[in-house]
């Protein structure tokens, strides 16, 4: 039986590109060339309404090898045209570009670009700095996949104090495509459910994320999505898209 088309070309990084064109010409959204990184052009989208004051940031493809998070978000935009210029979006459809397309956790200079959000040395990661200094945040959202995953979780960074039910109701969501991981620990931490609450002050031993950045700088609500990626494409991306309309909720 063929692959769906979707499937085999999710490592098409032209072809990404080329399908958010086409969102951004049927939304009114705006997508603009911000550089150029390991010979590739790196975007961003945004939108008309885009409000300093309370952006929603979302970002995929940060690790190559993830694709289903990339295509996640493309598809969460394709099904939503008619809400997407009314929202204050900042997206960035795909940070490493190259690692798509070589399938690569990795950029090309071997980097883990989401392990150098402290100081960054990175262009692309220092251009994300300066382009969000000085905005404020509704919510940010990274897109991810994990090879060891058996099903969907996320991070919400703890705040202490009882937290928010709206992880419960985006893995809640999800589960309508991929039940929630049932494994208690992940990557070393404490598992609830799919849901991961890890302490600020315990970041990766590697380096600080995308997500802890944000939540440390910009003291805004941060999720991490994370879909199995040995799991069916075609249902991880429909699990990642529930996951992001449940935050509009
Ligand atoms: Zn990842």
């Known amino acids: 039986m063929p692959l769906p088309q979707k499937s085999y070309r999710s490592h098409d990084y032209k072809f990404l590109v080329q399908r958010w064109r086409k969102i951004c010409n049927e939304s009114g959204l705006r997508m603009k060339k911000i550089l150029g ?60 570009p190259w690692g798509l397309v070589n399938n ?11 392990r150098i959000w402290s100081t960054p040395k990175n262009i692309l990661i220092k251009y994300i700095f300066n382009r969000t200094k000085a905005l404020n945040f509704q919510v940010v959202i990274n897109l991810h996949e994990d090879f060891d995953g058996q099903g969907v979780y996320l991070y919400e960074p703890s705040l202490g104090g009882r937290p928010s039910k709206k992880a419960e109701s985006i893995i809640e969501a999800a589960s309508a495509f991929i039940p929630a991981d049932p ?8 598992a609830t459910n799919g849901i991961i609450r890890p302490r600020p002050s315990n970041p990766p031993k590697e380096g600080i994320p995308e997500a802890l950045h944000f939540y440390l700088e910009h003291k805004c609500p941060t999720f991490t999505f994370e879909t199995p990626s040995e799991f069916d494409l075609e249902l991880r991306i429909q699990a990642q898209v529930a996951m992001i309309e449940q935050i509009f909720q």
């Open 183 to 190: 494994r208690r620990m992940i990557d070393g931490r404490k």
């Open 104 to 114: 690569s956790r990795f950029d090309a200079s071997g980097t883990d670009l989401n």
């Open 37 to 96: 990184l390991d010979d590739y052009p790196c975007f961003e989208v945004f939108s008309p309404s885009f409000d300093s004051k309370n952006v929603i940031y979302l970002s995929a493809g940060i690790h190559g090898d993830e694709s289903g998070a990339a295509e996640g978000l493309l598809a969460w935009a394709e099904s939503n045209l008619d809400q997407l210029r009314s929202l204050p979006l900042l997206i960035y459809p795909c940070l490493n």
